[in-house]
């Protein structure tokens, strides 16, 4: 298992060279610049010339790479043009919101994704598995961010049963040491602050975690009737084995293979797919901020965000692999 793992790590240093350059040349290719992007209606030739010189804007692609793979090694991901903060800084900042949201997003597609995909499988044919197939459908066709917007206008516009936006009601005064709300009002045993935060959750994740959950049922419906029909089942039910014994031990830890790997590409994508709902939900991460980046054009932050994306992406891949040898044995022996 070890071997594996310094194989898959070393994997990640020419997929992350890689992606750098993309990256590099992509960002260069947007229309404009970042020195009008950044200037706006004072972008006259003599400004955006003095940028371009500040910021080295105006050398060869090939000499502005160089200079960025050089920060890169030393951990140096640059300055953001907007706010002239450190890029990584700006990342620590923003990163424990998205992670708290996509936990939540995650929880709430696996917690109701996987029950529903195996109660579906053991009533194909019939309403039970109907209902559970069109609402799946209906969770992958409807746009995150309509389903937001719909979620938003009901729940906290209409009825006011949630917030609107944000993370937490400015009004409480909560201490944060990990800018985890949740985890800060576990620490400090602020539990209004914890009630607070959580509710601040619940739009943004319901919305965010509908295409994970639906994508689950489906692989968890596919993946339990395949194993239902397989031989060893039919044997182990022929010998009078207990059905709850078939269940858990035959059927769902067999099952539970395709749906560890739909579950590790998900959390990639949640993390990755937070820049809409954030958006909708004024949601002070990663993804609104990666947001305006694109928009302001800020190069250094998109870079250096899309780079920080691909590795927590790869790492979680990395992770996946793992818990095949702890779901399945055979996979340690191969």
Do not use: C
Not at 234 to 258: C, E, H, Q, S, V
Not at 281 to 286: Q, S, V
Not at 297 to 310: E, R, S, T
């Amino acid at each position: 298992m070890l071997r594996t793992i310094g194989r898959r790590l070393a994997l990640l240093v020419p997929t992350l060279f890689g992606l750098s350059i993309l990256l590099f040349l992509w960002v260069r290719s947007l229309p404009g610049g970042p020195a009008t992007a950044l200037l706006g209606d004072k972008a006259t030739p003599e400004a955006v010339a003095r940028i371009n010189e500040l910021y080295g804007f105006d050398e060869p692609l090939l000499a502005q790479y160089g200079t960025y793979m050089g920060k890169l090694l030393t951990g140096d991901f640059g300055v953001s043009l907007r706010s002239g903060r450190p890029v990584l800084e700006e990342f620590a900042t923003r990163f424990p919101a998205t992670l708290e949201l996509t936990a939540f997003a995650l929880v709430f597609a696996i917690g109701v994704g996987i029950p529903l995909g195996y109660w579906a499988a053991r009533h194909v044919g019939r309403w039970q598995d109907q209902l559970s197939v069109f609402l799946s459908l209906g969770g992958i066709v409807v746009p995150v961010f309509f389903l937001a917007f719909i979620l938003k206008w009901i729940f906290a516009i209409k009825l006011g049963w949630l917030p609107t936006d944000g993370r937490q009601n400015p009004r409480i005064d909560a201490t944060h040491y990990t800018d985890f709300y949740l985890l800060d009002g576990v620490m400090t045993q602020e539990w209004d602050a914890v009630w607070d935060a959580f509710l601040h959750l619940v739009l943004p994740g319901l919305a965010l975690g509908t295409i994970p959950l639906a994508i689950i049922v489906r692989i968890t419906r596919a993946s339990v009737l395949e194993v239902m029909n397989a031989d060893y089942v039919r044997t182990a039910r022929a010998k009078g084995i207990g059905a709850d014994l078939i269940r858990n031990r035959f059927i769902l830890r067999n099952a539970m293979l395709p749906v560890t790997t739909t579950i590790g590409l998900q959390l990639g994508l949640l993390i990755s797919g937070a820049v809409l709902t954030e958006t909708v939900f004024a949601f002070n991460g990663i993804g609104r901020f990666l947001r305006d980046a694109i928009f302001y054009l800020d190069y250094p932050v998109l870079q250096g965000f899309i780079i920080f994306i691909a590795l927590i992406y790869s790492l979680i891949n990395l992770l996946v692999d793992v818990s095949y040898s702890l779901i399945d044995p055979r996979v340690r022996v191969q």
